[in-house]
């Protein structure tokens, strides 16, 4: 009868079932070692069939070396020369002297250990590369807009370096044309005169001919016409090269009034225009009437308001008080004019009268309501 599998190995001492059951604890970690490798095979296939970013390479891993651990065949160990009469061996041939399958692990391990630190250090080379090379690229773009900026700077200050410089330039220009010969004053024209004639006023500006005509201001000008108290008003034009006018607006002489035992001429403001001439004889003539009092006040509004062919029809004109004024005409009229107040339409009225009634038959025209005008006779006594 046949013993059953197994029963025919002889009898193992402790020793070597220690060293068979660390035999089959290394194989089983080198049958998970080998698991796993097949799986990250698998996922670094699945890896590659999906799309890497650009520029991206797939890492690479040492421990590979595991999966051929199976397929590596077992190089038996030669075999001494059988001894005559020796019998042959049972338990056949002897294991390789390459070690034991734990060795061969082992051994498979520290070199994929090595091949791994050898790219590990490869890819960490790579990326101090790298690392350098995006540095120097980052130098080089720093540099260049340094360059480009300080550049730009240069050509904002060039700019604005020649635009002063042209500015300054120009004006230099200017103020050296301005004060050259061919800007002084050669002529002053005078214009708007009436009564008042323009050598006076010519004389009074000698000292502004040969100057430059950037220099005559209406200050200056005024300061020097105002000597003459004819002019009201004046208006300065510079004509360059060197022609400067002056348009003047005269005084109006209304009234004659008698100062210091001589007839003056006086406008509505009061201000003395000088003697009478024959151009102002037949103005007419205050009475009793003070410059500066309230009275002379409503009789400078009559004088504005009344017409020139009246004005100069009136011989005198009184005022007791601001609201009795009275013209004495040229013919011996009387006109009753009241106070200042609706001057104009009162002056309308004396006008329109002195041209329809009769003077020796209408002696008083009384305007003081000149809506309602009143027209008498010679007044009587007590009237």
């Known amino acids: 009868m046949r013993r059953p599998d197994g029963f025919e190995r002889p009898l193992e001492t402790p020793a070597e079932a220690d060293a068979e059951q660390q035999g089959r604890s290394v194989a089983a970690e080198a049958r998970e070692v080998i698991r796993l490798d097949a799986l ?24 590979s070396a595991y999966a051929d651990l199976d397929d590596e065949p077992e190089a038996a160990e030669p075999s001494l020369p059988a001894e005559p009469g020796a019998e042959p061996d049972a338990e056949g041939p002897r294991p390789s002297r390459r070690g034991s399958n734990a060795q061969r692990v082992d051994r498979a391990w520290r070199s994929a250990q090595r091949e791994q630190r050898r790219l590990d250090r490869a890819e960490a080379a790579d990326t101090r590369r790298e690392a350098k090379a995006a540095r120097r690229a980052r130098t080089r773009a720093e540099r260049a807009e340094v360059r480009r900026f300080t550049a730009a700077r240069r050509r904002q200050l060039r700019l604005a370096l020649m635009t002063a410089g042209g500015l300054a330039l120009a004006l230099l220009l200017l103020v050296g044309l301005v004060w050259s010969p061919l800007m002084a004053v050669r002529e002053v024209r005078v214009e708007g005169t009436d009564r008042l004639d323009a050598a006076v006023v010519q004389e009074a500006l000698a000292d502004q001919v040969g100057e430059p005509i950037a220099t005559v201001t209406e200050a200056g000008v005024a300061e020097r016409l105002q000597a003459i108290p004819q002019i009201e008003s004046f208006q300065l034009d510079v004509v360059p090269p060197s022609t400067v006018i002056v348009r003047l607006v005269e005084r109006r002489p209304v009234a004659i009034i008698e100062t210091d035992g001589s007839a003056s001429v006086i406008d509505a403001a009061g201000v003395v225009l000088g003697q009478v001439d024959d151009t102002t004889a037949s103005l007419p003539r205050l009475d009793g009437v003070e410059l500066g009092t309230e009275q002379f006040e409503a009789v400078a509004t009559v004088l504005v308001s009344v017409p020139t062919e009246v004005l100069e029809a009136t011989d005198t004109i009184a005022a007791s008080t601001p609201s ?14 009241g106070g200042a107040e609706q001057s104009p339409l009162k002056a309308d009225v004396v006008a329109a009268l002195m041209a329809t009634q009769d003077p020796a038959a209408a002696a008083v025209l009384d305007v003081r309501a000149p809506e309602h005008p009143v027209v008498r006779g010679a007044e009587t006594p007590g009237t």
């Not at 005409?329 to 006109?335: I, K, P």
């Open 40 to 63: 990250r095979r698998r996922r670094e296939e699945a890896q590659r069939s999906a799309p890497a970013p650009e520029g991206a390479e797939p890492r690479r891993w040492a421990l």
């Open 324 to 337: 009795d004024i009275r013209l004495s005409l040229a013919s011996g009229q009387t006109v009753q004019w």
